[in-house]
């Protein structure tokens, strides 16, 4: 279905991001795409006309209140308002936590926690008077099961999951017609993992089993669209993560200490400083795309995607069963 919605994505040059809009401008939207990086941003500005959107690139850093005030200010300025605010945007460093600097795990957190706060903010302030408008919080199951070596990016989800779900009961509260939702992922085919700060022997992964950010890009635009549920969970991976926490905690914990570091990790060459300080496609850098090094791997569809999406009519067709059969035990009683 074609929309035309002005949709804001931030982290909008590469990975679930660049699906992203890529996703939003199939349904004829006009992106406003949000990310620090200049090739990465032309050539998902190219991404979304070619799907049939319109783009918009601004440059900005998520972690400067100012600068994303701005950024919302300009999007405003270009198409009038915001329909949907898809925040996106993070960093990482990837070590054991004794292993990370202040300085490190601090600008982790002001950017994929605080520039999530930030987006929101900037969201609201144009959503509000309009009293319409989705914000979308693309999560993680990390942010309810921390796993080791990702401690300043776990502990940036679980503050994000926190902060949605008080925003979400205040704006219940006050009977907005503004929605927020989000999102939790799974490991994904994304350049993530060449841009984290990498402090480890061998070269960061996803752990297994590894989905493309397609998946996740068709989560996000559902949501938009279906924000009255408090969030979605986005492969099986997720789920069974989720639910073994929630049952045996203290087990995970013991499972993820034995079998997680070697999990995140395989032979290969890395350096850099990744991400953390400036994008690696900036003026020097390169096009990333949407997808890692993972293709070969990934997979391209989840049927607990498409179940998590039709919830309602899967319920629906299970109540009409139900009935059906009671239908059909009445009329065999009677007969």
């Not at 998902?44 to 601004?58: I, M, N, P, S, T």
């Not at 400036?278 to 020097?284: E, F, L, R, Y």
């Amino acid at each position: 279905m074609k929309d035309g919605k002005v949709v804001v994505v931030t982290g909008a040059s590469g990975g679930v991001g660049r699906a992203t809009a890529r996703a939003f401008a199939e349904r004829a939207a006009r992106v406003a795409l949000l990310a620090r990086g200049r090739e990465g941003l032309a050539a998902a500005a190219d991404d979304v006309q070619r799907a049939g959107g319109e783009a918009l690139v601004v440059s900005v850093d998520m972690a400067d209140a100012k600068a994303v005030d701005d950024a919302a200010q300009k999007v405003v300025d270009a198409y009038g308002h915001i329909d949907v605010w898809v925040n996106n945007a993070f960093t990482g460093v990837f070590a054991p936590f004794t292993e990370i600097t202040p300085d490190e795990f601090r600008r982790v957190t002001e950017v994929t926690y605080l520039g999530y706060v930030f987006g929101t903010r900037a969201a609201l302030r144009h959503m509000l008077p309009r009293d319409r408008g989705t914000i979308v919080q693309v999560g993680s199951a990390l942010a309810y099961r921390g796993i080791p070596l990702q401690s300043a990016y776990c502990g940036a989800k679980h503050a994000i999951q926190g902060f949605n779900e008080s925003l979400r009961c205040e704006l219940l509260h006050s009977g907005s017609g503004v929605r927020t939702t989000m999102v939790q992922m799974p490991g994904l085919n994304t350049p993530q993992f060449e841009w984290v700060l990498n402090k480890m022997p061998g070269k960061a992964r996803p752990v297994a089993p590894v989905y493309q950010p397609e998946i996740a890009a068709r989560a996000v635009v559902h949501a938009a669209s279906h924000a009255r549920r408090r969030e979605y969970w986005v492969g099986g991976s997720t789920v069974a993560t989720l639910l073994a926490n929630a049952v045996a905690p203290g087990a995970l914990d013991r499972y993820l200490a034995r079998t997680n570091i070697e999990a995140q990790q395989e032979e290969g060459e890395h350096g850099g400083p990744g991400n953390l300080w400036a994008p690696v496609d900036g003026p020097h850098g390169r096009d990333f795309g949407a997808h890692g090094r993972f293709d070969e791997e990934a997979v391209s569809s989840s049927p607990q995607d498409w179940l998590s999406r039709n919830r309602g009519r899967m319920l629906v067709a299970a109540a009409a069963g139900g009935l059906g059969a009671a239908v059909t035990a009445g009329l065999r009683h009677r007969n």
